[in-house]
């Protein structure tokens, strides 16, 4: 996008996708970030937010704005290549998705990229049942990622139609979206509380303090690729946000209409 406006000024770019607001708004607001014009991923929302009201985005579309924003930074994060091992997910206190409203019978889905590479789910009857009194669900894992990463939990709802119509009674818990190049190396735990969390659409299931710990350990060595990527041999030092206006009176409008008092908002 930012070569393409560069090779003209009279060059545009029309984004769009399925419901314009969530996979184009997360583009457009890394694409603020990526040419200066912010340093943190809320003002960049909030803009987008002002110039096309309605997007929806869960807290990782957030994440990984963020992830631009540690690219672009002065001190730039570049990604590492090593993959990581998730050994475990664990749910504090138990949530209640179950019709007595006393506990839930969790699975895990695990996404690398598009790619299911595991599920704990079972028949209905091998699923373990977790109460209230339990205190937490731990599922053990041991699934090997690297790259874009998806962790869902559902609850598994029984029905008299056969494993098939269960599958399409799951409700979703919760999910998670994050990309193993910026897990801190030396890193065990992540701890993503409530609002860290994506498709938590029942507020009334989850206790106070729900939060979700994922034991996770990074590996020695970088994952061989034969794709190089496109962090490397880039820089953006010289990249200017007046790539993103028409002119310098609409560059100066758009500022104050995002409001000079945003935090990491760059004149």
Request: aromatic content about 8%.
């Amino acid at each position: 996008m930012h070569n393409w406006l560069q090779q003209n000024p009279k060059n545009v770019c029309v984004i769009h996708c399925m419901d314009g607001r969530a996979a184009s708004a997360v583009l457009v607001s890394a694409m603020f970030c990526f040419c200066h014009l912010f340093s943190n991923p809320g003002p960049a929302i909030q803009l987008l937010n002002l110039k096309r009201p309605g997007i929806v985005l869960w807290p990782s579309h957030r994440r990984y704005i963020g992830y631009m924003c540690d690219l672009i930074a002065d001190k730039p994060v570049i990604p590492h290549c090593k993959p990581l091992t998730i050994k475990s997910v664990t749910l504090s206190p138990v949530p209640c998705f179950n019709k007595q409203r006393n506990g839930c019978r969790p699975f895990c889905d695990i996404l690398s990229g598009e790619t299911r590479i595991l599920t704990t789910s079972q028949e209905y009857e091998r699923m373990k049942e977790y109460r209230v009194q339990e205190g937490k669900v731990l599922i053990p894992l041991g699934a090997t990622v690297h790259g874009d990463v998806v962790v869902s939990v559902y609850h598994m709802r029984s029905t008299i139609g056969g494993r098939l119509q269960a599958k399409m009674t799951n409700t979703q818990i919760f999910q998670i979206q994050f990309h193993t190049g910026f897990i801190a190396l030396g890193t065990t735990t992540l701890k993503f509380t409530k609002p860290e969390l994506d498709a938590c659409d029942s507020p009334d299931k989850y206790p106070q303090l729900f939060h979700v710990i994922l034991d996770i350990e990074i590996q020695s060595a970088d994952r061989q690729t034969e794709l190089t990527p496109p962090w490397e041999n880039f820089t953006t030092k010289d990249i200017n946000p007046s790539i993103l206006f028409s002119s310098h009176q609409e560059h100066q409008d758009t500022l104050a209409l995002a409001g000079k008092s945003c935090t990491g908002l760059h004149a």
